[in-house]
T-cell receptor, first 115, second 112 residues
Framework: QQQVKQSPQSLIVQKGGISIINCAYE??????FPWYQQFPGKGPALLIA?????SEKKEGRFTISFNKSAKQFSLHIMDSQPGDSATYFC??????????????FGTGTQLKVEL | KAGVTQTPRYLIKTRGQQVTLSCSPI?????VSWYQQTPGQGLQFLFE???????NKGNFPGRFSGRQFSNSRSEMNVSTLELGDSALYLC???????????FGQGTRLTVV
């Protein structure tokens, strides 16, 4: 059972534009929602994370928006750059409620930022 | 601070053999998790160890096992390798539950 649904599968954005990736989850026990960036041949790198008591978190050009009632969260990349071209994964865990650090990942979004 | 180190980076094994992969977490991190990444199934959780005890286990057959040592270093073992075990195996370390998980570069296992 896929517990975290991610869309779109791929995304092409012009340099300077806004990239938006969406995720929806089913398990209301999830309490930690990170986003990862992965370049070819590398492991995923933690970008930014949010907990459900906050509706938005911003770090530099990256913003997570969280809608607890809709069970959805999204990643916004402002002023997208060619160097942002990578695969992005959303994830969820219930670490604070005893689930440890087991991450359930979305299926990934391949982002390409064109000049 | 050194990141998560996985060895070896690449491995080619024959069907039926067994393999052991190693992971050294970030200094001070006591939680180590393992994931399998394939194009078809994406990133799937294998298991998590914390203070030498398995805290979580994913839905993989018993051929996949792991352990953690007192210095938090971890190993995973896959016995009786199958062609479908070909994947990128990733290790992630965290301070504790609900904290950020930091991944290594992975071990690319190819089973022929």
């Amino acid at each position: 059972q896929q517990q975290v649904k991610q869309s779109p599968q791929s995304l092409i954005v012009q340099k300077g534009g806004i990239s938006i990736i969406n995720c929806a989850y089913e398990n209301t026990a999830f309490d930690y929602f990170p986003w990862y960036q992965q370049f070819p041949g590398k492991g995923p790198a933690l970008l930014i994370a949010i907990r459900p008591d906050v509706s938005e978190k911003k770090e530099g050009r990256f913003t997570i928006s969280f809608n607890k009632s809709a069970k959805q969260f999204s990643l916004h990349i402002m002023d997208s750059q060619p160097g942002d071209s990578a695969t992005y994964f959303c994830a969820a865990s219930r670490g604070l409620t005893g689930g440890g650090n087991k991450l359930t990942f979305g299926t990934g979004t391949q982002l390409k930022v064109e000049l | 601070k050194a990141g998560v180190t996985q060895t070896p980076r690449y491995l080619i094994k024959t069907r039926g053999q067994q393999v052991t992969l190693s992971c050294s977490p970030i200094s001070g991190h006591r939680s180590v998790s393992w994931y399998q990444q394939t194009p078809g199934q994406g990133l799937q959780f294998l298991f998590e160890y914390f203070s030498e005890t398995q805290r979580n286990k994913g839905n993989f057959p018993g051929r996949f096992s792991g352990r953690q040592f007192s210095n938090s270093r971890s190993e995973m073992n896959v016995s009786t390798l199958e062609l479908g075990d070909s994947a990128l195996y990733l290790c992630a370390s965290s301070l504790d539950r609900g904290q950020g998980a930091f991944f290594g570069q992975g071990t690319r296992l190819t089973v022929v």
